[in-house]
């Protein structure tokens, strides 16, 4: 069964059966915005979201992005699905737009943890947006096996008038990863300056 996370809520990544969650994959879902044409119809308008995400060590130094500009970790334990320039034109069709895949055991020794970030690269607010999810599953990027965890990380008023948030950061605990369900937006217009956003206030 799924955990339906609340913003602020910390979780281990062990399954039902005991388990360790070691290869994850972690999905961003979002819509495009709804607008009334000038002839009173509605019409919709593409939304640009990049979901990255940022590995940090134990001084909160900045080892690596992997973002759609570069699209796989310098370790090779994270990979990312590639850019999506639209969001979903036809509403929710329950399918993720971006995802990025972590493989704990490749991760480098001196990570300790990693942030997954999402920045509205043409500026679009995040208060027009319809809807803007995260999962996190077992399977690949055309396959589900399980989902682990969802949260619905664009619901409420604060959220109006930012084009950046930090959704959540796994970080490794007594030689155990765990997951904080952050969902906060910031006031960051690019996505170096939402690593040092997460940085400051998030690790």
């Excluded at 290869?23 to 000038?38: F, P, R, T």
């Excluded at 002839?39 to 979901?51: I, P, R, Y």
């Excluded at 409420?156 to 950061?169: L, S, T």
Aim: charged content about 25%; glycine content about 10%; some cysteine.
């Amino acid at each position: 069964m799924a955990i339906n996370l609340q913003k602020g809520q910390r979780i281990n990544l062990k399954k039902d059966n005991g388990n360790t969650l070691q290869n994850i994959c972690v999905g961003v879902n979002w819509g495009a915005i709804e607008k009334k044409g000038w002839l009173g119809g509605m019409s919709k308008e593409a939304v640009d979201l990049d979901a990255s995400c940022i590995l940090f060590d134990d001084s909160k130094t900045s080892l690596d992005v992997v973002y759609f500009g570069q699209l796989k970790s310098k370790d090779g334990a994270i990979k990312h699905s590639g850019d999506d320039l639209t969001g979903d034109m036809s509403g929710d069709d329950g399918l993720d737009n971006e995802i990025i895949t972590l493989d704990f055991s490749k991760l480098n020794a001196n990570v300790s943890s990693v942030a997954f970030v999402l920045n509205s690269y043409k500026g679009q607010d995040f208060g027009t947006i319809p809807f803007a999810s995260i999962r996190i599953y077992e399977g690949t990027p055309s396959r589900v096996s399980e989902v682990f965890a969802t949260y619905n990380i664009a619901k409420g008023d604060n959220f109006a008038g930012h084009v950046a948030m930090v959704m959540g950061v796994f970080y490794k605990r007594n030689g155990e990863w765990k997951f904080n369900a952050i969902g906060e937006p910031t006031k960051d217009r690019k996505l170096e300056e939402t690593v040092k956003t997460v940085q400051q206030n998030y690790l």
